[in-house]
């Protein structure tokens, strides 16, 4: 830093001088940021006229249960906003009652209007979608309580959704030519090295990951992409 402010702007490098780096004042800096963050995502919470919410629950490699927990909400301009609420460990169990606590918690510390929640996107395990106590039918309760019984949609699994509907489009005279292109490109240390280099000569930042069941939407639009760079 002082030898940026020394060429950039020598006359204030002493303020650069100045400036204390101790391990505990950069510690104070890094929470009143968050703090910061903080109180514009509870001023933004406010200005929603409806917002969706989605969570994933995973498990980290020190085993403990994380919920990742996103909000997506219009105000009256009509502009989308979607934050990044809280990453909340679960270090017991993770039942649906456990996951619906920790997500009300977190809405609730984030200063939402319940009113007006349109939506859940959840992945599909059952604790998330079962239809007597998962959490999606407990958030839906809640909900629904304080918006006078209000439609309320709940979402579950959209990539796998995506890869049942790339089936049915019955696409296999594209895909077989795909996934054998694909996997030539990835089969060989050299090939994937040199259509990264065709990628980025082309200023494409796209990585090209191997074909499977569970990825057939993104192979998808990597053959797509490879189609219209080879073309």
Sequence with gaps: MLKAA?????????????????????????????????????????????????????????????????????DDTLTVTEEFVELVP??????????FTALVGALD??????????????????????????????FREKVQAANGGHDFWTFHCILHQEALCCKSLKMNNVM??????????????????????LLREKDHNYGLPYHTELSLWETQLAGVMLLIVLV
């Design 6 to 74: 020394q060429t950039v702007c020598p006359d204030k490098r002493q303020a650069f001088a100045n400036i204390s780096l101790t391990r505990n004042t950069v510690a104070d800096r890094i929470s009143d940021l968050a703090e910061d963050l903080d109180s514009q995502l509870k001023r933004k919470v406010k200005s929603f006229i409806v917002f969706s919410v989605a969570i994933d629950e995973s498990t980290d490699i020190t085993d403990v249960a994380q919920l990742a927990i996103f909000i997506r909400g219009v």
């Design 90 to 99: 679960m270090t017991d169990t993770t039942t649906a009652a456990d996951i």
């Design 109 to 138: 510390r984030a200063g939402v209007d319940w009113s007006r929640a349109v939506s859940l996107a959840t992945d599909g395990a059952p604790s998330m979608t079962g239809r007597k106590a998962g959490v999606g039918t407990k």
């Design 176 to 197: 077989e030519l795909v996934v054998r292109t694909v996997n030539f490109i990835r089969s060989r240390g050299l090939n994937h090295r040199q259509f990264d280099s």
